[in-house]
């Protein structure tokens, strides 16, 4: 196979562009693109206990990595950590007032590159694209036995 018809290169420059993008669009935010998922992810979630566990487990994130984006939001003000009531050892990590005044913004500038991103395409193609992006993920995940939504050095912890 010749890379120019490979599969893999062109989703990488897609991630790469996607990020650039998104993290371009939230600049006068104080947010890059991960922290704008992240940051979502809380929101949406704010009525339930979410640990930095949940949050690497869902986005399929190193705990490093996850720390570093909590520790970023905790200093910019977005986030605050309070005790787990069903468990002292864990963190829960609660979005603060300006989160939730961001939180707007956040989403409809996703759903604006969400738009650039099938401009062009029916809603039918879309439905498709949707579909094999799905099956790759799948067939990643299967890669010895690996779940992509998790990480099995994470779970011997």
Do not use: W
């Not at 010749?2 to 993290?23: C, F, Y």
């Not at 487990?57 to 990595?65: G, I, N």
């Not at 069903?86 to 007032?97: A, F, L, M, N, P």
Request: aromatic share 4%.
């Amino acid at each position: 196979m010749q890379l120019e018809n490979a599969v893999g290169p062109r989703l990488k420059r897609i991630s790469n562009a996607l990020d650039r993008k998104r993290t371009l669009d939230m600049e006068d935010m104080e947010l890059t693109s991960s922290q704008g998922f992240v940051l979502g992810y809380l929101t949406r979630h704010s009525a339930e206990p979410v640990t930095p566990g949940d949050l690497g487990r869902h986005f399929d994130l190193s705990h490093p990595t996850v720390t570093g984006i909590l520790q970023r939001l905790e200093a910019k003000g977005f986030i605050r950590y309070a005790e787990d009531s069903g468990d002292r050892r864990k963190k829960r990590i609660c979005v603060t007032e300006k989160a939730l005044e961001v939180h707007q913004q956040v989403l409809q500038r996703f759903q604006e590159t969400e738009a650039l991103i099938t401009q062009g395409m029916t809603e039918a193609e879309t439905r498709q694209l949707l579909l094999l992006l799905d099956r790759v993920i799948e067939n990643i995940g299967r890669v010895e036995g690996l779940d992509p939504c998790r990480r099995p050095k994470e779970e011997s912890k």
